[in-house]
């Protein structure tokens, strides 16, 4: 029977799975086998979004509430009304690149994986008491500034404050990955 390899790589190990060419049947065992290892795949990004999910709210509600909020009450007399919003924005970006390291380094193989899904959640509802993310609003922007030229500047900086904070958390993530093994000079000698 015609048959190939069809190799699907994850990242602790290589699996090599035999299937029948495309437009020949499957047979009992292939597809038990392939169908295991594609359910077990499903599972297993199921649970990294789950985690993600749960370790993302659970350190920016933590970082927000008690160190943020407190902070930003603090120096509120210092720095006056003037520099208030931008030291918001400030602590933001730090929370949301924090949060955005600890669901990167709980997800260490799927670590973008599950920093996405974890951002997927900030863009459903205005979160502004916690943090400075706010999707809905940038759009109903968006539908105004079509309609009246006079909304655009207004469109610019809250896509430009939005950007910041989601380039932040995703800056985070990638922080949080394995650091590659360095190059030597000495590979190959057997030193």
Known sequence: MDRFLISMVRPTHD?????????????????????RLSMAMIRRR??????????????LLLLACLLEHPLLRWAAPILGVKWLATAG???DCIDLAATGWMVGRLNRPESLLGVLTFA????LWDFT??????????LRLAM???????????LLTTAASQALLFGSLLAGGLLSRAPSKPVSIMAGYGI
């Open 120 to 123: 997927a959640t900030l863009t």
């Open 46 to 59: 199921l649970f990294v979004a789950l985690r993600s999910i749960l370790t993302g709210w659970g350190t």
């Open 129 to 138: 008491p916690v943090v400075a993310i706010n999707i809905p609003w940038l």
């Open 15 to 35: 699996v090599a799975i035999e299937t029948p060419r495309p437009g020949k049947r499957f047979l009992g065992p292939e597809l038990s086998q392939y169908a």
């Open 144 to 154: 105004n500034a079509l309609r009246d030229s006079v909304y655009w500047s207004s």
């Open 89 to 91: 924005l400030a602590l």
